[in-house]
């Protein structure tokens, strides 16, 4: 049982920066490989980026390679996701997810979700 809450959305200007948070609770957060998803109005909802249980290794969508990072605290629970360079294409509500592995992520456990919205 793992709990988990998104926090760090809100309104941006592209070219912009914001940092994401998901705090984890309930079982030891090293255990799990923790990542985010988004879904903007309309499409489906779509991988961004996720990271091993001990950080050391990372995979991230294509649409946001180099202007998005990935981090985890492990001894603060909490992983992060700093994103850079925003773009009105990256508004979507993010998801936290924890999963088993980095090589199988497909979320396990979800947050509630944050709103990102990048404006013009």
């Known amino acids: 049982q793992v709990q988990l809450v998104e926090s760090g959305g809100g309104l941006v200007q592209a070219g912009g920066s914001l940092r994401l948070s998901c705090a984890a609770s309930?079982?030891?957060?090293?255990?799990?490989?923790m990542g985010w998803f988004r879904q903007a109005p309309g499409k489906e909802r779509e991988f961004v980026a996720a990271i091993s249980r001990s950080g050391g290794s990372t995979n991230y969508a294509d649409s946001v390679k180099g202007r998005f990072t990935i981090s985890r605290d492990n001894a603060k629970n909490t992983e992060y996701l700093q994103m850079n360079s925003l773009k009105p294409e990256d508004t979507a509500v993010y998801y936290c997810?924890?999963?088993?592995?980095?090589?199988?992520?497909?979320?396990?456990?979800w947050g509630q979700g944050t709103q990102v919205t990048v404006s013009s």
């Open positions: 997810a924890a999963d088993r592995s980095l090589g199988s992520f497909a979320g396990y456990y």
């Open positions: 309930g079982r030891t957060f090293s255990s799990y490989a």
